[in-house]
């Protein structure tokens, strides 16, 4: 089992920016790929950015955030990251991070599952 727990959602004005953080506890966390889904209010959840295990030598974007949000880890710490730069009212919704040994856009591909955190982007 891995357990995840996301931090550092929050309030922010449009063009402003946030960093998540998804802290792993339980198996060898460099040894699962990562990756941040969104579910905004009435809409699926929809995937976001996905990094590769053991280092992250791939990152995977969806097109609503490439250029915007980056996606990195940290093995040492078994935490992994979403930076959000120049958010949009759009991009409201909650975060959550998922854990498994590859990476998908496919959201019932992932094994693990955070309890998400709420961002919210005032116009």
């Known amino acids: 089992q891995v357990q995840l727990v996301e931090s550092g959602g929050g309030l922010v004005q449009a063009g402003g920016s946030l960093r998540l953080s998804c802290a792993a506890s339980?198996?060898?966390?460099?040894?699962?790929?990562v990756g941040w889904f969104r579910q905004a209010p009435g809409k699926e959840r929809e995937f976001v950015a996905a990094?590769?295990?053991?280092?992250?030598?791939?990152?995977s974007y969806a097109d609503s955030v490439k250029g915007r949000f980056t996606i990195s880890r940290d093995d040492a710490k078994n935490t992994a990251y979403l930076q959000m730069n120049s958010l949009k009212p759009e991009d409201t919704a909650v975060y959550y991070c998922a854990a498994d040994a590859t990476i998908s856009t496919v959201e019932r591909r992932w094994d693990y599952w955070g309890q998400g955190t709420q961002v919210t982007v005032s116009s």
């Open positions: 339980g198996r060898t966390f460099s040894n699962y790929g």
């Open positions: 990094i590769t295990r053991n280092g992250g030598g791939y990152r």
